[in-house]
Nanobody, 116 residues
């Protein structure tokens, strides 16, 4: 059974940093991609970053967000630096064959709130 569980969300002030974690099981990172998606209140889903086992990445703001995967620990990370109020929302990790919003597997999200 494939499982993904995001954690590490919380309340931060604008300009601070936060690292989200995604523990996954039931599949190996090899031949898969893992992505982070966020959804702000009243808005649709937005892909934040994605990476695959070949090291290819996609990122909406590489200056502030870093995605990484520790496949030995079956954990993916999303480092958020200089967090801004527009970054607030529920962050979810997902996995699939390629980096798309329509991932095959989804986990429960973690909430990030940002105060200015």
């Amino acid at each position: 059974e494939v499982q993904l569980q995001a954690s590490g969300g919380g309340s931060v002030q604008a300009g601070e940093s936060l690292r989200l974690s995604c523990a996954f099981s039931g599949f190996t990172f090899e031949r898969h991609s893992i992505g982070w998606i966020r959804q702000a209140p009243g808005k649709g889903r937005e892909g934040v970053a994605c990476t695959d086992y070949l090291g290819r990445t996609e990122n909406i703001d590489a200056r502030r967000f870093i995605i990484s995967v520790d496949d030995a620990q079956n954990t993916a990370y999303l480092q958020l630096d200089n967090v801004q109020p527009d970054d607030a929302g529920v962050y979810t990790c997902a996995a699939g064959e390629i980096c798309v919003l329509d991932y095959m597997y989804w986990g429960a999200g973690t909430l990030v709130t940002v105060s200015s």
